[in-house]
């Protein structure tokens, strides 16, 4: 082990570690504090209907949705800019342009059926599932992603399930 101005290699990749950890934090910490974001409830009809054919999200409660004019961890290079939702654990952060979710708009419906299968993913495996999201993005790129795949098909049936039990109509 070499030591590099009185530190040794370890502890200096720690400190490196600790850095950008640090800046990381800051960075969420500065998307938090500078946007302005707002709470968005699902119209009633659409929300017994979710709980009543979503039994693998364990219930609405305890999930949040915001719009807000950024997405969390846009800033990385990279980020897709055709991306107007992401799953963070219990909450769903959507860009201002597809809110508020219209029960009878398909491609709004979609979006909250997609993400909310993401809720449950991160509820089955809180630590384990944002790992092997990240692995499987690094690995296979966004669109193979097996939790997108899941995500995609179970809102494709959700979606269409929805559409013709029609629970928002007037």
């Not at 969390?72 to 508020?100: A, D, E, H, S």
Request: with cysteine; hydrophobic share 40%; charged share 20%.
């Amino acid at each position: 082990m070499s030591r590099i101005g009185g530190q040794s290699e370890i502890a200096s990749e720690i400190w490196i570690g600790r850095a950008s950890a640090l800046r990381l934090i800051g960075s969420l910490r500065e998307y938090n504090v500078g946007m302005s974001k707002e709470i968005v409830s699902i119209p009633g009809c659409l929300s017994e209907w979710i709980e009543q054919n979503m039994p693998e999200l364990g219930g609405m409660g305890g999930v949040r949705i915001l719009c807000c004019d950024r997405l969390p961890f846009q800033w990385v290079p990279g980020f897709m800019p055709n991306i107007v939702g992401i799953t963070l654990w219990n909450t769903i952060y959507l860009r201002r342009t597809v809110c508020p979710i219209d029960p009878n708009d398909p491609a709004g419906t979609s979006l909250l059926f997609h993400e909310l299968v993401h809720v449950g993913q991160f509820r089955r495996g809180p630590i384990a599932f944002p790992v092997r999201y990240l692995i499987d993005l690094i690995r296979v790129g966004y669109c193979r992603i097996p939790a997108e795949q899941e995500a995609r098909d179970r809102a494709s049936e959700l979606s269409l399930l929805y559409h013709q039990d029609r629970p928002c109509d007037p």
